[in-house]
């Protein structure tokens, strides 16, 4: 590798420590025993979500504020890339007893 392109990649990794720009991150929630697990998660902007459906049966992952409504299937995944900050609280439309809370950070 020549002097140049390994001073690029330094000047990249550099401005990345500098900046504060980190990875996304992928969060997994269980659906097991029609409930979440954990209920509660704290993410960031950029994160991925994946809700993983251990049960036998259908379950939603719907936002309250209806900005956003997963399907999962028995046995299957979904996900959601987080895209803003805030509090979202988010339940099953076909268990309303299922609740969870995500908690997302810049």
């Avoid at 401005?15 to 097991?32: C, H, L, P, S």
């Amino acid at each position: 590798m020549s002097a140049a392109p390994k001073r690029s990649v330094f000047a990249v990794a550099a401005f990345i420590a500098a900046t504060g720009i980190a990875r996304a991150e992928t969060i997994t929630v269980q659906m097991n025993n029609v409930a979440y697990v954990p209920t509660t998660i704290s993410a960031k902007v950029g994160d991925t979500i994946v809700w993983n459906n251990g049960d036998i049966v259908a379950h939603t992952a719907t936002a309250r504020d209806k900005s956003w409504d997963l399907m999962v299937m028995p046995k299957k995944t979904a996900s959601l890339a987080v895209k803003k900050a805030g509090s979202i609280e988010y339940y099953c439309k076909f268990h309303p007893n299922m609740v969870g809370h995500i908690e997302v950070k810049q």
